[in-house]
T-cell receptor, first 119, second 109 residues
Framework: GAVVSQHPSRVICKSGTSVKIECRSLDFQATTMFWYRQFPKQSLMLMATSNEGSKATYEQGVEKDKFLINHASLTLSTLTVTSAHPEDSSFYIC???????????????FGDGTRLSIL | GQNIDQPTEMTATEGAIVQINCTYQTSGFNGLFWYQQHAGEAPTFLSYNVLDGLEEKGRFSSFLSRSKGYSYLLLKELQMKDSASYLCAFMDSNYQLIWGAGTKLIIKP
């Protein structure tokens, strides 16, 4: 089945560091990828929608200059958290939309997530 | 507008049956999804309903009523490993998933 690979799975770094997270669709082309953030005991919050070859669409309240998204190919989207601070510590999850998903199957395939801890 | 609602937490006994309800409001609808999420892990797909009725998959079943904006996830023969959060989400007219806050299911022996 379709697989999405997300790396790294865990990052611990100092405040002020920039962190890049990669999301790859391994066996299908993903024109659209989604980036979510999830704080402890809360639901998934959509941060932005990443479209191949165009600018990402950010949700209200998400700083586009802080969370840089690049969707350079049909199989890769990256999220860079620039100048990260402790309040950016969270679980970041990407998903890729599978346009060829048949009825009854899942429309989005999730990566395993990245746990970001800023000291 | 759009909204989706599900209970915050439920408790059930091992071996029993539990039903998790989800209600939603939206003008554009392309299906209702249920996902399971264990703590610290990404969600995993459980079911998808786009037509009214019951879809059964082993111990898990999902029901949809589009006219009522209502769905439920039914879990039978509960096992301890079923302790997790269960997220319902609907796909809107832009094919974007709108997520509920999740229902934390606690299974007791």
């Amino acid at each position: 089945g379709a697989v999405v690979s997300q790396h790294p799975s865990r990052v611990i770094c100092k405040s002020g560091t920039s962190v890049k997270i990669e999301c790859r669709s391994l066996d299908f082309q993903a024109t659209t990828m989604f980036w979510y953030r999830q704080f402890p005991k809360q639901s998934l919050m959509l941060m932005a929608t990443s479209n191949e070859g165009s600018k990402a669409t950010y949700e209200q309240g998400v700083e586009k200059d802080k969370f840089l998204i690049n969707h350079a190919s049909l199989t890769l989207s990256t999220l860079t958290v620039t100048s990260a601070h402790p309040e950016d510590s969270s679980f970041y999850i990407c998903s890729a939309r599978d346009l060829k998903a048949g009825e009854g199957s899942q429309p989005q395939h999730f990566g395993d997530g990245t746990r970001l801890s800023i000291l | 507008g759009q909204n989706i609602d599900q209970p915050t937490e439920m408790t059930a006994t091992e071996g029993a049956i539990v039903q998790i309800n989800c209600t939603y409001q939206t003008s554009g609808f392309n299906g209702l999804f249920w996902y399971q999420q264990h703590a610290g892990e990404a969600p995993t797909f459980l079911s998808y309903n786009v037509l009214d009725g019951l879809e059964e998959k082993g111990r898990f079943s999902s029901f949809l009523s589009r006219s009522k904006g209502y769905s439920y996830l039914l879990l039978k023969e509960l096992q301890m490993k079923d302790s997790a959060s269960y997220l319902c989400a609907f796909m809107d007219s832009n094919y974007q998933l709108i997520w509920g806050a999740g229902t934390k299911l606690i299974i007791k022996p």
